[in-house]
């Protein structure tokens, strides 16, 4: 469970004003908002990517602010972070990026072919062929193939938790789609507590079992997806009725 | 309505406030940075893998234009060298004016400048693009600490490589100023040697070393601390890698005239 309490945070002009949000375990959550009210920001904060001026995160009932430094590491490798571009290290080929999602100490112990088998089931978890990238650059991949290795990045040490920041951006429809099946088959096949950021909101409204809105840096909405499709909330609705347009006009495009 | 003479003081304290308040927060980070290296460094987290690369990119591959800078300045010293010498002084005078200038300045002095140009700037820009392509989030995210792998071995390399490169450097001025002293003026090596003895202190050369170290721990310190202070985008990594260099040329020039008063007294 992922609870955060009471998230504010400024960069000059303040993004989050007081965010309470619980994410419970084994579900999937999707933060809904427009751009620069803070969606990645708050997911930033579960990892002390970004530190809140005010307010505290608490993972599985451990605190990353208020409690020992140790309580960190141990949250850092509860959770597996999907970036909005991937973040694939440029220097290092594919075998080496997505092996850099286990823990060092794990690694000193286990023998090469363990860890060569570990990355290798992870990148066909995500649907990719490991002999005929493992070798390859991040600049030698296509959009969607990064996204996917670092989703495998993400997963090859068998996290709990799984952040997305905007898995999808940047991809065009097909790959949406794709990556979208992806990420609700890990998470059921995986058993983990997922919490998606996206822009895409029919896609998320369409996986995920509760769904949040930010607005102006507060929570505006949190429920189910069809309550949040019929609430009454005029700043809602215009958020659904202006991301169901879109939509449809990716569809009509494809 | 502003104050017409009051709003110019004002505005003039509250610029000499924000100088005074980002100096103070880049000498803060600064230290914060270098004591984590430190922490890194005795904790044994520092790979010797990572060490190794970063000695070969900034020491072996800065062999070449470091050859360059070191046979030009010395070259340059000697003609100017012996066009100002040639009727008040003894010719042997020469092989003291280049060694001494090769020694003291030239040597450390250019080479941390092309060390800037070559390391520094691309450090800055290297780590700047990794925190704007959130690779140090990843990092971070992935329980490493970017200090231990990505700041530690360059500070490590560029303290231990700047005083190959100068000592490098020495040499190759040396005996390119006393090649051109033979081809401009014909002064034999014996007599350019003979006036560089009459004069060396070995101290000279542990003044230049002494610099060098200093430089070594300078340009990659600052320039791992301006690349990790990058924000923006593609923009944001042009700004900073613009002033990280502007910041490491003022700061090697300002510790250089630092340098005689505290060890040539």
Excluded at chain 1, 42 to 53: E, F, G, H, N, Q
């Amino acid at each position: 469970m992922i609870s955060y309490k009471n998230i504010h945070k400024a960069f000059d002009i303040p993004v989050l004003s007081g965010v309470d949000l619980t994410v419970e375990t084994g579900e999937m959550f999707a933060l809904f908002g427009p751009s620069g009210t803070g969606k990645s920001v708050l997911l930033k904060t579960t990892l002390s990517l970004i530190v809140p001026d005010i307010g505290d995160v608490e993972v599985d009932g451990m605190s990353v602010y208020d409690g020992p430094s140790s309580n960190l590491e141990k949250i850092r490798r509860k959770i597996g972070y999907v970036f909005q571009h991937a973040a694939l290290f440029d220097s290092l080929n594919v075998y080496e990026n997505v092996s850099m999602g286990l823990p060092e100490d794990e690694i000193a112990r286990m023998r090469t072919a363990d860890l060569s088998r570990r990355v290798w089931e992870a990148l066909e978890i995500v649907n990719l062929e490991p002999r005929e990238i493992l070798s390859k650059l991040p600049s030698e991949l296509s959009g969607g193939m990064k996204k996917r290795v670092g989703i495998a990045r993400a997963i090859v040490g068998r996290p709990e938790i799984l952040l997305w920041d905007e898995p999808t951006t940047g991809l065009d429809p097909i790959n949406t789609a794709a990556v979208e099946r992806l990420i609700q088959r890990l998470s059921k096949e995986l058993e983990v507590t997922s919490l998606l950021v996206t822009h895409d909101v029919e896609g998320g409204l369409h996986i995920c079992d509760r769904v949040a809105m930010l607005h102006s840096g507060t929570l505006r909405f949190c429920g189910t997806p069809q309550e949040f499709r019929d609430s009454p909330d005029t700043v809602v609705q215009a958020f659904v009725d202006r991301a169901a347009a879109i939509a449809a006009l990716d569809m009509a495009i494809v | 309505m502003a104050n017409p003479i009051v709003s110019p003081v004002v505005g003039w304290f509250a610029k000499v406030g924000r100088a005074y308040h980002i100096t103070l927060e880049h000498a803060g980070a600064l230290g914060i940075l270098a004591w984590d290296t430190i922490v890194a460094l005795v904790t044994l987290k520092v790979r010797f893998r990572d060490v190794l690369r970063q000695l070969h990119i900034m020491g072996v591959q800065s062999l070449p234009i470091v050859f360059v800078t070191a046979s030009l300045a010395g070259i340059v010293t000697s003609q100017q060298g012996g066009y100002q010498l040639i009727s008040s002084s003894p010719r042997y005078v020469l092989g003291t004016l280049v060694v001494q200038s090769v020694v003291l300045e030239l040597a450390p002095l250019l080479t941390a400048v092309v060390l800037v140009g070559r390391i520094g700037a691309r450090i800055t820009a290297e780590l700047g693009t990794m925190v704007v392509s959130e690779q140090i989030d990843a990092f971070k995210s992935l329980g490493r600490d970017p200090v231990a792998i990505l700041a530690a071995p360059r500070i490590v390399a560029g303290v231990l490589t700047m005083p190959l490169l100068v000592g490098f450097a020495n040499v190759i001025g040396i005996y390119a100023g006393m090649l051109m002293a033979d081809l401009d003026g014909g002064l034999g090596k014996e007599t350019f040697f003979y006036g560089a003895r009459l004069f060396w202190h070995s101290w000279d050369l542990f003044y230049g070393f002494s610099k060098s170290v200093v430089f070594g721990l300078v340009i990659p310190v600052i320039s791992v601390h301006m690349g990790l202070r990058t924000r923006g985008g593609a923009e944001g990594v042009g700004l900073q890698t613009t002033q990280a260099v502007m910041f490491m040329i003022l700061t090697i020039l300002i510790i250089d005239a630092l340098f005689p008063p505290l060890m040539l007294q």
